[in-house]
């Protein structure tokens, strides 16, 4: 059974930055996307990490959020630097056979860290 667990999250002044990690066990993994979703808000792609390593990023983090990973821990990281107050949701990240902005072509989620940045 393939479980995929964040850490990381917690609460940040704006212009702060924040780590947060991604082990999956159970299986090694392909592709990671991370997503966010605010109060209210559809779940959207935050960015994500082929297996080669090749990055790619929302227009809304690229030149703040960089992603990188571990295989030898099985662990993504998605370092957050120059936070604003609108990064605030909940992170995910998930596992899929490619990078993808789509939701449902991921086929493992975690459950989610808290990320808040306050101005």
């Known amino acids: 059974q393939v479980q995929l667990e964040e850490s990381g999250g917690g609460l940040v002044q704006a212009g702060g930055s924040l780590r947060l990690s991604c082990v999956a066990s159970?299986?090694?993994?392909?592709?990671m996307g991370w997503f966010r979703q605010a109060p209210g808000k559809e779940r959207e792609f935050v960015g994500g990490?082929?297996?080669?390593?090749?990055?790619y990023f929302a227009d809304s983090v690229k030149g703040r959020f960089t992603i990188s990973r571990d295989n030898a821990k099985n662990t993504v990281y998605l370092q957050m630097n120059s936070l604003k107050p609108e990064d605030t949701a909940v992170y995910y990240c998930?596992?899929?056979?490619?990078?993808?902005?789509?939701?449902?072509?991921?086929?493992?989620w975690g459950q989610g860290t808290q990320v808040t940045v306050s101005s």
């Open positions: 990490i082929s297996w080669s390593g090749s990055t």
């Open positions: 159970g299986r090694t993994f392909g592709s």
């Open positions: 998930a596992i899929g056979r490619r990078v993808s902005t789509v939701r449902d072509e991921y086929d493992y």
